[in-house]
């Protein structure tokens, strides 16, 4: 595989993918439970959170832009995490999944993303140094707008909260996540792996996503399997990186079961 960035990025300490997986398993089980400092606890002094990738990342000076980043997107909601595979690269995760985002008793919205954790060692223990959902703003919009009337109050409650929290610079920071590689970069990237040796082509069902200028999908060939991240510049890819190592089969059986 040509030009295709893979192997593990080890800090020259030994990794326990089964100890990193039950690290980030904390974050959407502190979601679950609403435990707002337990989740913001997960993180480095000095993290960095973008989400959606391709929107103004959150800067962590002190603890309370992750508080403000907590109460203004998880707080107010009730998160579903439905996990597919997982892959570990040194002190790096990432996990092929979608999320259920319950924002009313009648307004549900379905977010399929590869949300990576990069992680370090701090104070003793893991931490999140930073954290990168690739997800699509737009579909994520179109599918509130289509719940009509109903996703009216949440969709103005959102937004209020996005203002008083984050600012006026945060919420225009946000939806710079609306433009994106697009259909152009996905396509740019699956022709240029298709001229791969051996070629690679998308897993049939498997998302693709173009978040920002990063297009990530998960693609087979030969005897590989794994999910390919690469940022488009025009025809060109640049960043390329493939995630090899699912551990999902040898530590949790491999099937696919609902998170909340």
């Known amino acids: 595989m040509s030009g295709i960035a893979t192997g593990d990025a080890h800090d020259g300490a030994a ?40 929107s ?25 995490f439905h996990r597919g595979r997982d892959y570990v690269d040194g002190l790096q995760v990432l996990r092929d999944l979608s999320i259920e985002i319950r924002m009313a008793p009648r307004v549900a919205i379905r977010v399929p993303m590869y949300l990576v954790y990069e992680l370090c060692r701090e104070a003793g223990g893991l931490r999140i140094r930073r954290l990168a959902a690739h997800w699509e ?28 929290l984050q600012g006026l610079g945060g919420t225009l920071g946000f939806m710079r996540a609306w433009r994106s590689a697009g259909s152009t970069g996905k396509a740019a990237v699956i022709a ?17 996503i173009a978040a920002g200028d990063d297009v990530t999908l998960r693609v ?37 079961e609902p998170r909340c």
């Open 192 to 208: 240029a792996l298709a001229r791969e040796e051996p070629a690679l082509l998308p897993v049939a069902d498997a998302k693709v």
């Open 15 to 54: 990794v326990d993918a089964a100890a990193l997986l039950a690290f980030v398993e904390r974050s959407p089980a502190a979601v679950a439970q609403h435990d707002r400092a337990g989740w913001i606890a997960l993180f480095a002094a000095d993290c960095v959170i973008e989400d959606p990738v391709g």
């Open 137 to 164: 703003l737009r579909p994520m919009l179109l599918q509130l707008l289509r719940c009509g009337l109903r996703g009216l109050p949440p969709a103005l409650a959102l937004g209020l909260r996005m203002i008083r």
């Open 56 to 80: 103004r990342p959150h800067r962590a000076g002190d603890r309370d832009v992750i508080a403000r980043f907590y109460d203004t997107f998880i707080a107010p909601n009730v998160i579903l």
């Open 220 to 256: 087979s060939g030969a005897d590989v399997d794994g999910v390919f991240q690469a940022v488009t510049q025009g025809p060109a890819l640049q960043r390329r990186r493939f995630w090899t190592r699912a551990v999902n089969d040898c530590l949790r059986g491999g099937a696919a």
